[in-house]
């Protein structure tokens, strides 16, 4: 989807009472999202019966959170490989020093590598493979 058009909605939205709207063209989408007092957010994702459903609420409870959490930057789908046919970033147990490639997150066709801001053992990845991940949600925890 065009980014004329999705700043063309939100200036619909903006000039509008209502505080949300979604529209779908062909397989992508996008939900914007007017919150109380704070700035209009903006979610586009790639449109799958999965992200239909409400990841989030799931994850904390999956995800304790001692030590040092990888959280994503984006909205977009969580990755553990680089390709399909490849082997996962890390898995628990996996040594990450500050700088690698744990993951990645794809929003808008773009695959976005997420590096770790921390040294340490991955001792848990909250995400599965392929799930739709929110911005700030826990990734990764390292200790």
Known sequence: ???RKI???IEMLQDSDLNEIEVKEGEESVR?????????????TSFAPAAISAPSENNEILAPESGSVIKSPIVGTF????APD???FIEI???VNAGD???IVEAMKM???IKSEFTGKVSVINIEDGEPVEFDQSLITID
């Open 86 to 88: 490849k082997p996962p």
């Open 7 to 9: 700043k063309k909605l």
């Open 79 to 82: 990755y553990r490989k680089p």
């Open 32 to 44: 914007i999202v007017r919150g109380s007092g704070q700035p209009i957010e903006v979610n586009a």
């Open 111 to 113: 695959m976005n590598e």
């Open 93 to 95: 147990g996996s040594q």
């Open 101 to 103: 490639v744990v993951c």
């Open 1 to 3: 989807m065009d980014i």
